[in-house]
């Protein structure tokens, strides 16, 4: 909204009127591009269906994250996650139901996670978080994950359906110059994980075979 004012009456002849149109005709252009734009950037950094980063914007903080890590001398850590069975899930109730799943596991991630970290869809029902500044407690940390998300069922269109994650752990390495290898290493130890019986944690140990913490009963 525009208003202009005068003491006097009869202040504005009519071309002061157009141009007092003309003016506002040009905010209301540049705030709707401005609104556009954020919409497309919106789009193009964010997971539609979860509202968190998705796999590309995800490498782009996690470039941030790793620079940052090497200028201040502290840690990183990647958290790789999957949701297991969830093609049964699938099948047994449908991809809406997978939807609800999804979208539950992601609210127990955001409920567990630090305002620091920084938590993306990698592809699927396959997530990833990075951890900065977390020392010694990645493991920790990704156990309280596990744990959230196999605490009790989540609630879908098909009512309350039980799920859990298996879950690879990486610290950051002196070779690391890219999140790639980083995040390899950690989705290595999904993979035991999930290879190892699921709904547990192992974290990657460097240059050492990787180390699992067995899942408690869930």
Do not use: C, W
């Not at 009869?10 to 556009?36: K, P, S, T």
Request: aromatic share 4%; hydrophobic share 45%.
């Amino acid at each position: 909204m525009l208003v202009l004012t005068s003491p006097g009456t009869d202040a504005y002849r009519q071309a002061d009127v157009e141009v007092a149109a003309a003016l506002a005709g040009q905010g209301m252009v540049a705030y709707e591009n401005a609104r556009l734009f954020s919409q497309v950037h919106h789009l193009a950094t964010v997971d539609g269906l979860t509202g968190i980063a998705n796999r590309r914007h995800f490498f782009d903080a996690g470039r941030r994250e790793l620079a940052l890590a090497r200028r201040r001398g502290t840690s990183l850590a990647a958290v790789m996650l999957d949701i297991d069975h969830f093609k049964k899930i699938n099948d047994t109730y449908g991809h809406q139901v997978g939807d609800d799943v999804i979208r539950g596991v992601v609210a127990r991630l955001r409920a567990e996670s630090r305002e620091t970290d920084v938590l993306g869809r990698y592809g699927g029902e396959e997530f990833a978080v990075l951890l900065p500044d977390i020392g010694d407690g990645a493991v920790d940390a990704a156990e309280r994950l596990r744990t959230a998300v196999a605490v009790a069922p989540i609630e879908t269109a098909a009512g309350p359906v039980a799920v859990t994650i298996s879950v690879g752990v990486a610290h950051l390495a002196a070779a690391d110059t890219e999140p790639d290898g980083l995040l390899a290493r950690a989705d290595e130890s999904l993979y035991l994980a999930k290879q190892g019986g699921r709904n547990r944690v192992v974290v990657h140990a460097g240059p050492h075979p990787p180390a699992t913490l067995p899942a408690e009963p869930a």
